[in-house]
């Protein structure tokens, strides 16, 4: 991990050549697959969520997120992260969740890397859109005990029109500090969805606050410091040859 931010924009990469539009052959292509294949994993996502995320290395690039959730069990959910909820959205990152039983497991260099779901929750910047909160009421209280890693694959937000440079770590929405969302991106987004993050958060009082959040997630908070990814030249290991 490096501290350090050693990626350009689209605009120093170069721009891609203009996207051409599917031809007839590939339409027909296409469709096919659709009725002949299966999609089994992605059959099994069953829940959209969307919030914000902010990059660990530089909080103030804050983006609005579209989870695309499967639970793989009580302890684990994996989630497909687009920009948008539309047919045009454009697949960003992934984002895994687990449990606080599962997390407290996990070696403390790896905790360092995962965020918390609990004022993220509580305070309405998470929501399944068009649900009402009663009927996602005990998603809610479950995913308020929960850790994220989401690694941002595509930086969209800066005008990338391809997923260019290396993954990027990024945080979950907190009420202080770096941490703190935007107001004009969340009523952008609760325009959108005609909903009231500020109602949302009165009706979420009954969820209960995580008996404990582990220090060791939300990393920034504790000790101002933040990981990013960077690459390193390594010999090739060449010991096994199937040839």
Sequence with gaps: ??????????????????????????????????????????N??????????????????????????????????QA???????????????????????????????????HSHAYEVKSGLWVHPRMPDMIVMPELKNLAKTYGKFWCTWQTDRGDKLPLGLPSLMMSPQAEGDGVVNPELVKKRDDNYKISKDDLMKSRMEIPEPEWINPMADYWRQHKKCFEVDVESIEINTQTNYS
């Design 1 to 42: 991990m490096s501290s350090t931010n050693n990626q350009n924009g689209a605009e120093k990469n170069g721009e891609p050549m203009a996207a051409k539009p599917l031809s007839m052959g590939q339409q027909i292509l296409d469709k096919g697959a659709q009725m002949l294949q299966s999609f089994k994993p992605i």
């Design 44 to 77: 099994q996502m069953s829940q959209h969520a969307c919030t914000f995320a902010l990059y660990s290395h530089d909080m103030t690039r804050q983006i609005e997120t579209h989870h695309f959730i499967t639970r793989v069990n009580q302890d684990f959910l």
């Design 80 to 114: 497909a992260v687009y920009d948008t909820d539309d047919s045009s959205g454009r697949l960003i990152g992934i984002e895994y969740i687990v449990s606080d039983d599962i997390f407290e497991k996990l070696p403390p260099e790896e905790q360092k890397l995962w």
